[in-house]
Antibody
Framework: QLRLQESGPGLVKPSETLSLSCTVS??????????WGWIRQTPGKGLEWIGTIYYSGNTYYKLSLKSRVTMSVDTSKNQFSLNLNSVTAADTAVYYCVRDRTGSGRLPLNWFDTWGQGTLVTVSS | DIQMTQSPSSLSASVGDRITITCRASQSIDRYLNWYQHKPGKAPKLLIY???SFQSGLPSRFSGSGSGTDFTLTISSLQPEDFATYYC?????????FGQGTKLEI
């Protein structure tokens, strides 16, 4: 059974970079049938899609976050990662890693059939 | 971005009740509408994709319908394990966006 597990610091200082990893177990991150992504949840904005990555390295980011987001894949570790720089208190959220399906043209379908349990990241000095 | 609006925001019901949650999109999304269930401390769970297609293992008491801008999730006979927060999400146009959630309480 596929399992996703987020890991990373729970506290990040303002203006610094938030870095999270997601370890995939029970499946291969290189499976062409799937994309991999990040979604966050805040009390104020609810669930917000951040971005999606394919094993090949192709990325799709939310436009409003694009200037601050970098996602990457490490197929040797079966992991993918999120970096969000120049964070502020508004980036305080529970961050989920997710699996997305691949559709025609090797594009993500943008529905998420497996989620990690989530990790709370607080931005504070 | 497409705005997704759910109603009601919260709902009190009893075991055995039939309930319906509504989701409205700010523009037509064809049938690219998905539903998730989220219980505290657990990973959110995909229930239904493409309006009415069941994720594997979903009990038949759940159903989804709609098209265009108006969609519903119905639970025909509530079971104790169904009390959770439900979210709709459109996958028609990027960025994918979610409703604000409907908290289903006993």
């Amino acid at each position: 059974q596929l399992r996703l597990q987020e890991s990373g610091p729970g506290l990040v200082k303002p203006s610094e970079t938030l870095s999270l990893s997601c370890t995939v177990s029970g499946g291969s991150i290189s499976d062409s049938s799937f994309h991999w992504g990040w979604i966050r949840q805040t009390p104020g904005k609810g669930l917000e899609w951040i971005g999606t990555i394919y094993y090949s390295g192709n990325t799709y980011y939310k436009l409003s976050l694009k200037s601050r987001v970098t996602m990457s894949v490490d197929t040797s570790k079966n992991q993918f990662s999120l970096n969000l720089n120049s964070v502020t208190a508004a980036d305080t959220a529970v961050y989920y890693c997710v699996r997305d399906r691949t559709g025609s043209g090797r594009l993500p379908l943008n529905w998420f059939d497996t989620w990690g349990q989530g990790t709370l990241v607080t931005v504070s000095s | 971005d497409i705005q997704m609006t759910q109603s009601p925001s919260s709902l009190s019901a009893s075991v055995g009740d039939r309930i319906t949650i509504t989701c409205r999109a700010s523009q037509s999304i064809d049938r690219y509408l998905n539903w998730y269930q989220h219980k505290p401390g657990k990973a959110p769970k995909l229930l239904i994709y493409a309006t009415s297609s069941f994720q594997s293992g979903l009990p038949s008491r759940f159903s989804g319908s709609g098209s265009g801008t108006d969609f519903t999730l119905t639970i025909s006979s509530l079971q104790p394990e169904d009390f959770a927060t439900y979210y709709c999400q459109q996958s028609y146009i990027s960025p994918p966006t979610f409703g604000q959630g409907t908290k289903l309480e006993i």
